[in-house]
């Protein structure tokens, strides 16, 4: 098992790399990582709005009238309406779709400009949902929201991790799960103060999406092409000017040359995607562009995040309630996120996996036992059980905001070589907007039918993918970006399939 715990050494010239920490690296860092806000705002928005009574009298007076009338049901079947879980998953499977556009425009054209054509589709779908009149207006509203995230997700992971020096990577990457973690957050303080305006005040809940956006576009002006990007479009006098700058030091040759060399590699490649299917890109591929994205979703943590307001009312919350306990478990996001930036550069990305994913199994498990001891079929929860679940969820929240929401978007990120960078980060979106927007479609539906039964089905799928973290994934932490691919040659499963390494590689 010694290969499953591989950290790399000084191989190539990585120890040859320097840098400081300077006011334009973390500017550009800041500016980018906002992306995050935009993925964060929606999946906080969505479900706030979809609990309203405003919002349901307009666009879906069924479940409105289902939710207030005394019906003889489970109250796990309030919200079960196909068309209202759509107004939410329209959107990723948008996001699914444009992130293949977004991938060449990343590669061809820059990260940068995937950023501002993200911020600009978003806008336009914020402005069409905050003024839609029925509800083909708002899914029209959420396939632009789906297309700016599809951008945006594609190129801001991949900015971050380019622009950052191997040592801080992890936790500069992870600015982007810290702004998706605020947006969550602020979105729910507006629902909550939004909730009290009638009967419009859902409308300015979505139309508050341009707030985030508009910061990005302006933002994405002033910000500078990785040096990664510029190497790839051939510029390598502006790439090394911008390295130069990033870095805060001339000394940047050894990093410089190998960011030429990677560069070279990637211009072989005629076909990205197809390469990703190729025997030494498979670690890559089955981890990085399918496992770790569809584990992520199948936490169950973006369920809870969707709808937080409506599982709360359906386990008996009032609406304010229900509003104000989803604000708690969205600040433990945040408070996970924080913690996995200031410790994962240095206890690794493996460490908050499994610990985390321990954590998260026990809570389910913990979750299902009280559910189905002490609620359903009408029975109103007491008052200590329902602290006790907003307890037990705040926990796994924090857990899952310390590791697989953040990790799920910076491993993959690390994993692929330049020349399949923009095709790997493309097949990563896609596979994640898949099990987001089925997750999305399906979790009401599934709360209905398989009642406690469905947290008992998330804790079993936790086990499984950290079994496979535990087995399959090296360490990356402070290994250079354009190194990473050493890590297969020398890990104990993987070898066997892209070959050993060199002797320099066997540093590692």
Same mark, same amino acid.
């Given at each position: ?169 992890? /936790?500069?990457?992870?600015?982007? %799960? =810290? !702004?998706?973690?605020?947006? $969550? +957050?602020?979105?729910?303080? *507006? ?99 399918? /496992?770790?994205?569809?584990?992520? %979703? =199948? !936490?169950?943590?973006?369920? $809870? +995040?969707?709808?937080?307001? *409506? ?106 070589? =330049? ?90």
């Amino acid at each position: 098992m010694a290969g499953g715990f591989v950290e790399a050494g000084n191989v190539k010239r990585a120890h040859l790399y320097e840098y400081k920490i300077t006011g334009y690296f973390i500017f550009a860092c800041i500016v980018a990582a906002t992306g995050g806000s935009l993925f964060g705002y929606d999946l906080g928005v969505s479900g706030g709005v979809t609990s309203m009574d405003d919002f349901l009298v307009e666009f879906f007076p069924a479940v409105y009238r289902r939710k207030h009338a005394h019906l003889q049901e489970t109250d796990y079947c309030k919200y079960d309406d196909q068309v209202l879980t759509l107004f939410t998953s329209s959107l990723y499977f948008a996001a699914l779709v444009s992130t293949f556009g977004a991938s060449y425009v990343t590669r061809n054209q820059g990260r940068r400009a995937s950023i501002l054509v993200g911020a600009v589709s978003f806008f336009t779908g914020a402005l069409v949902n905050a003024f839609a009149k029925n509800v083909a207006m708002l899914i029209i509203g959420r396939c632009f929201l789906g297309a700016g995230i599809g951008f945006s997700n594609q190129a801001v992971p991949l900015y971050l991790s380019e622009m950052a020096p191997a040592k801080v990577r992890g /936790a500069v990457n992870q600015l982007f %799960q =810290l !702004t998706t973690c605020l947006g $969550i +957050l602020v979105a729910n303080f *507006v629902n909550y103060g939004t909730g009290q305006i009638h009967p419009w005040g859902w409308r300015l809940s979505l139309g508050l999406a341009t707030v985030p956006a508009a910061i990005m576009f302006v933002g994405g002006i002033f910000l500078p092409e990785t040096p990664n990007s510029l190497v790839e479009q051939g510029k390598l006098e502006e790439a090394r000017r911008v390295l130069e700058k990033v870095r805060g030091t001339t000394r940047v040759d050894a990093e410089f040359a190998d960011l030429v060399d990677a560069s070279n590699e990637a211009r072989a490649i005629k076909h990205p995607f197809r390469n990703l299917l190729a025997k030494k890109n498979r670690p890559q591929f089955i981890i990085g562009a399918l /496992a770790i994205p569809a584990f992520q %979703q =199948l !936490t169950g943590m973006n369920s $809870i +995040l969707f709808y937080a307001p *409506v599982l709360f009312q359906s386990l008996g919350f009032s609406n304010d309630a229900s509003l104000f306990s989803s604000v708690i478990t969205n600040a433990a996001l945040v408070v996970g996120a924080l913690i996995s930036m200031a410790f994962v550069d240095k206890f690794g990305r493996r460490a908050f996996f499994l610990e985390a994913g321990a954590e998260m199994f026990f809570v389910m498990i913990a979750v299902t036992i009280t559910l189905a001891l002490n609620f359903g079929e009408g029975k109103p929860l007491s008052k200590g059980i329902g602290i006790f679940l907003v307890i037990a969820i705040c926990l796994f929240v924090l857990a899952y905001g310390r590791s697989w929401g953040p990790l799920g978007w910076l491993v993959p990120s690390e994993l692929f070589p =330049l020349e399949m960078r923009s095709s790997g980060q493309s097949v990563v979106v896609c596979v994640n907007m898949i099990f987001t927007a089925l997750i999305a479609q399906c979790f009401l539906v599934s709360l209905c039918h398989l009642k406690y039964g469905i947290f008992l089905l998330f804790g079993g799928l936790i086990f499984i993918m950290s079994t496979f973290i535990f087995f399959l994934l090296p360490e990356t932490k402070q290994v250079p970006i354009e190194e990473v691919y050493l890590l297969w040659q020398n890990h104990w499963f993987w070898k066997r399939i892209v070959g050993e390494g060199s002797a320099s590689a066997a540093q590692a």
